[in-house]
Structures are given as structure tokens and as C-alpha cells.
């Protein structure tokens, strides 16, 4: 670990999140998937019993703090290595001293920021030292590792997720610093519950990016009498948003996305797109509107345009690779295409009172004939007895009834005739009129 010296004042002048990055476990916020009670990475931090391991999550979600954690937890030799700043050479530097240390008995953890940005031939220089144990090494990517990292080095590390901050989490992190002697604890800091919600909304679950917006609200704020106050003008000064005040769990919130999902709806891509608009700058999380759509692909959109499910699908993964700003044109993209394409609630309404049959005959067995019979058993008790195989017949069709006797006659699916849909019913109508003998 890297020692300060009596002249370093980096504690008192470094970023509001570097002063307050806990040293421990239990200063730790969120990730309780990992770090809970009996879980296993705490399991494994605890007893100093550390395997080469990869941190995989977004920015600001504790993947630095968690090495740092380590650092001050382990008896073994703690290097911090930067993918940014380093090449072969240092590498090559780093993993003879490691393997010096090896000899005289001593482990080496590594630590790699941001191991994603090294090339192939980079990350193949840590694998025979992984291999042999000279290092165990601990890799930091916001990118997915089975895309960037190589397959071989990979394989001989536990990758461990980590997820976004809920709000609950960040504004306790930011209460935190309030009271904290290392944040603004020395300081009367006049801020409303309201204005935290709002940096915890805005943050989208980044703590370095809440953490940064307090501390440039508070030092730009007014000065009274010892008393530092932030007003929601100081902050929308800060973070250039207007709507800080949106609650993404309040009735603004289910208001918009009401009038996102009604425009669309009503193939109103100008009004859509707008909407849309309000929600993203106000700081909703993209994620949240792309699984909507996902929603209204089917719900509204349906068999009329089926290329709307993997696009709204595929506006989901740009959202999760890109992140805002980026991924606002990806979503203005799906929005425009949904609010365009024809539109279909045939399978809403199918679904809906199919579910209402489903729930009334839970209990009405499935007709034999339907049934495998993988044991004798069971071929003794008629199971599969009448089943008529589709692909044996011209046709690819047979007059076998797959419905219970009490749902014979129930029709589900009506297709109407917008966009592809309309062929959907032709076929429907031909396939019944066969079924049917006439």
C-alpha cells in the first residue's frame, strides 16, 4: 500500500469519494448479493483467502473500493496496476517482482483497473504467472469480460457481477457524507431530503457521480452565518438539469411513461419522441422505458409488425452497452419504429382470457393423447393413446382436438387484418377451414 508522507495533503484537498472510500467491509454500501452475511466473496475477503477474481459492473458501483478493501485486509503484497497508463514492459517488471516474492514465500495480489483496454497479447502476458501462481490477480471491467478479456484468462478467474446502486443506497451514501468528519461533517450543510432524492435520481445508480454532484453543490452554495445552503437553482446549476425535482416512483413518473406508451399507441412518433425526451433528461433510467417497450412490442404491436419485439429487444442491450447519453438515440429509434408500425392487441386480449380459463380449470387434467409415455407404465394407461404426429401427414396438419373437453370450442386468437397480421389470418382462417372438413 502506498504510504503518504507528512506533506501530502490528499486527504484533506482529493475528491469528496476518494476521502470517503471506507476501508473495510462494513463502511461498504450496497452489493449485498456479494457481501451479505455468509455470502461468498465476504466469505472469501474475511478469510484472506482471495482467487483471481474479475469485478464486472458499471461505473461507481465499489469495484476499485472492493481492491482497495482487499488491500488493507490481505497479508499479501498488494499491487495496483492501470490498464490506461501501463504497456508489456511494466507488466513484465511487476510480474518479476511478484515471482521474486513467490520464492521467499510471499503472495502478490495484482489489481487491474479497467483490464478490458489491454490488448490480446497484454493479457496474455499475465496467464503462465496466474497459472503458476506467482499472482492473483483482480481485474476492474464496466465491459462484459466474455467479449474482452481472453478466453484462457478468464477461465482461471471468478467473475463476480456487480449491479448498479439502488437510489436507497445513494442517498444514505450521501447522508453519509453530511455527517461524516472526512466529508462535510465539520460543516453546517443546510440541504433538503428532496434535493438528496433529486442527486440520487440524477446520479442513475453511479456513487462517484452522486458523491461529485454533492460536493459541487456544496461548494457553490450560499454562505450564511457558517451555514452552507444548496437550493434546487445551485443544483440545477450543477448538473445542467431542469427537472431535478422528477421522482422516478411518484406519480410524475407513471404519468409520462403513461404518455410515452398512449402516443405510440396512437402512431404519434412526434408526440412519442417528445415524451420520451422529458423522461431521459429528467433522469429516468433508460432501462426502465427500453423494458417497456419491450412490453409494447407484443402488447400493441404484435403480430401486425413481429420485427418489433427484437428491435425493442435490441434497443434493451444498446441501453445496457451504451448507457445515457449515448442511448437516447437508440430509444428514440424504437420509439419512432413502434409508434409507425401497424398495430395489433390481438395477442393481449388472447392472453387475458386465456389466463381467465387457465386459472378457472387448474385442475382439468391434459387429455390423454397429449401425454408422452416414456414407461410402460404409463403406455398401459393409455398415455399418448390417439396421438396423431402432424409432420406425417401432406398437409403438416391433422383434426386431433388439443384443447380439454370443456375448452373445445373456444377461440382465443383473433387476428385482425393490420400490417402482417393479415396474412396471419388468412392462414389462421384456411388452417380452421381445413380442421373443420368444409
Given at each position: 500500500m502506498e504510504q503518504l508522507s507528512l506533506f501530502d495533503d490528499r486527504k484533506t484537498i482529493a475528491p469528496l469519494a476518494s476521502r470517503l472510500r471506507p476501508d473495510s467491509l462494513d463502511g461498504f454500501i450496497g452489493q449485498e448479493h456479494l457481501l451479505g452475511k455468509d455470502r461468498l466473496l465476504r466469505r472469501l475477503i474475511d478469510a484472506d483467502q482471495i482467487p483471481s477474481m474479475i469485478f464486472w459492473g458499471p461505473p461507481g458501483v465499489g469495484k476499485t473500493t472492493l481492491a482497495n478493501i482487499i488491500a488493507n485486509k490481505t497479508h499479501a503484497s498488494f499491487i495496483n496496476f492501470s490498464a490506461v497508463t501501463s504497456g508489456i514492459k511494466e507488466i513484465k517488471e511487476v510480474m518479476a517482482r511478484a515471482e521474486d516474492s513467490r520464492i521467499m514465500g510471499i503472495k502478490t495480489v495484482l489489481f487491474v483497473d479497467e483490464i478490458h483496454r489491454f490488448n490480446k497479447a497484454q493479457q496474455d502476458a499475465f496467464l503462465p504467472f496466474v497459472e503458476k501462481g506467482s499472482i492473483i490477480l483482480i481485474g476492474a471491467t464496466t465491459e462484459n469480460p466474455s467479449f474482452e478479456i481472453n478466453a484462457a484468462l478468464l477461465s482461471r478467474c471468478k467473475v463476480f457481477v456487480l449491479k448498479p446502486l439502488t437510489t436507497d443506497h445513494i442517498r444514505e451514501l450521501l447522508a453519509g457524507a453530511i455527517r461524516n468528519p472526512k466529508g462535510f461533517g465539520q460543516t453546517e450543510i443546510a440541504?433538503?431530503?428532496?434535493?438528496?432524492?433529486?442527486?440520487?435520481?440524477?446520479?442513475?445508480?453511479?456513487?462517484?457521480?452522486?458523491?461529485?454532484?454533492?460536493?459541487?453543490?456544496?461548494?457553490?452554495?450560499?454562505?450564511?452565518?457558517?451555514?452552507?445552503?444548496?437550493?434546487?437553482?445551485?443544483?440545477?446549476?450543477?448538473?445542467?438539469?431542469?427537472?431535478?425535482?422528477?421522482?422516478?416512483?411518484?406519480?410524475?413518473?407513471?404519468?409520462?411513461?403513461?404518455?410515452?406508451?398512449?402516443?405510440?399507441?396512437?402512431?404519434?412518433?412526434?408526440?412519442?419522441?417528445?415524451?420520451?425526451?422529458?423522461?431521459?433528461?429528467?433522469?429516468?433510467?433508460?432501462?426502465?422505458?427500453?423494458?417497456?417497450?419491450?412490453?409494447?412490442?407484443?402488447?400493441?404491436?404484435?403480430?401486425?409488425?413481429?420485427?418489433?419485439?427484437?428491435?425493442?429487444?435490441?434497443?434493451?442491450?444498446?441501453?445496457?452497452?451504451?448507457?445515457?447519453?449515448?442511448?437516447?438515440?437508440?430509444?428514440?429509434?424504437?420509439?419512432?419504429?413502434?409508434?409507425?408500425?401497424?398495430?395489433?392487441?390481438?395477442?393481449?386480449?388472447?392472453?387475458?382470457?386465456?389466463?381467465?380459463?387457465?386459472?378457472?380449470?387448474?385442475?382439468?387434467?391434459?387429455?390423454?393423447?397429449?401425454?408422452?409415455?416414456?414407461?410402460?407404465?404409463?403406455?398401459?394407461?393409455?398415455?399418448?393413446?390417439?396421438?396423431?404426429?402432424?409432420?406425417?401427414?401432406?398437409?403438416?396438419?391433422?383434426?386431433?382436438?388439443?384443447?380439454?373437453?370443456?375448452?373445445?370450442?373456444?377461440?382465443?386468437?383473433?387476428?385482425?387484418?393490420?400490417?402482417?397480421?393479415?396474412?396471419?389470418?388468412?392462414?389462421?382462417?384456411?388452417?380452421?377451414?381445413?380442421?373443420?372438413?368444409?
Open positions: 440541504i433538503t431530503q428532496e434535493l438528496l432524492n433529486a442527486i440520487a435520481v440524477f446520479s442513475n445508480g453511479d456513487a462517484r457521480t452522486a458523491l461529485n454532484t454533492l460536493e459541487m453543490a456544496i461548494t457553490n452554495g450560499a454562505v450564511s452565518a457558517g451555514k452552507i445552503t444548496v437550493t434546487e437553482e445551485i443544483l440545477e446549476q450543477c448538473t445542467s438539469r431542469k427537472s431535478l425535482l422528477y421522482d422516478k416512483n411518484g406519480e410524475e413518473h407513471y404519468n409520462l411513461i403513461s404518455a410515452l406508451h398512449k402516443c405510440m399507441r396512437n402512431s404519434d412518433p412526434d408526440a412519442a419522441l417528445y415524451w420520451l425526451a422529458r423522461m431521459l433528461e429528467a433522469g429516468e433510467d433508460p432501462l426502465y422505458i427500453a423494458r417497456r417497450l419491450i412490453r409494447f412490442a407484443s402488447e400493441d404491436v404484435g403480430m401486425a409488425d413481429s420485427q418489433a419485439l427484437p428491435l425493442a429487444v435490441s434497443a434493451y442491450q444498446a441501453c445496457h452497452f451504451n448507457g445515457m447519453p449515448e442511448c437516447n438515440v437508440n430509444l428514440a429509434h424504437a420509439v419512432t419504429y413502434l409508434s409507425l408500425a401497424p398495430k395489433s392487441n390481438a395477442l393481449y386480449v388472447a392472453y387475458g382470457e386465456c389466463r381467465e380459463d387457465a386459472l378457472r380449470t387448474l385442475a382439468e387434467p391434459v387429455p390423454l393423447h397429449l401425454r408422452n409415455a416414456p414407461t410402460k407404465l404409463m403406455e398401459e394407461l393409455h398415455y399418448g393413446e390417439g396421438y396423431e404426429y402432424a409432420h406425417d401427414t401432406a398437409e403438416k396438419l391433422t383434426r386431433m382436438s388439443c384443447m380439454p373437453d370443456s375448452l373445445r370450442e373456444h377461440t382465443y386468437y383473433r387476428p385482425t387484418v393490420q400490417g402482417a397480421e393479415a396474412g396471419v389470418k388468412e392462414r389462421l382462417e384456411r388452417i380452421k377451414k381445413w380442421k373443420s372438413g368444409t
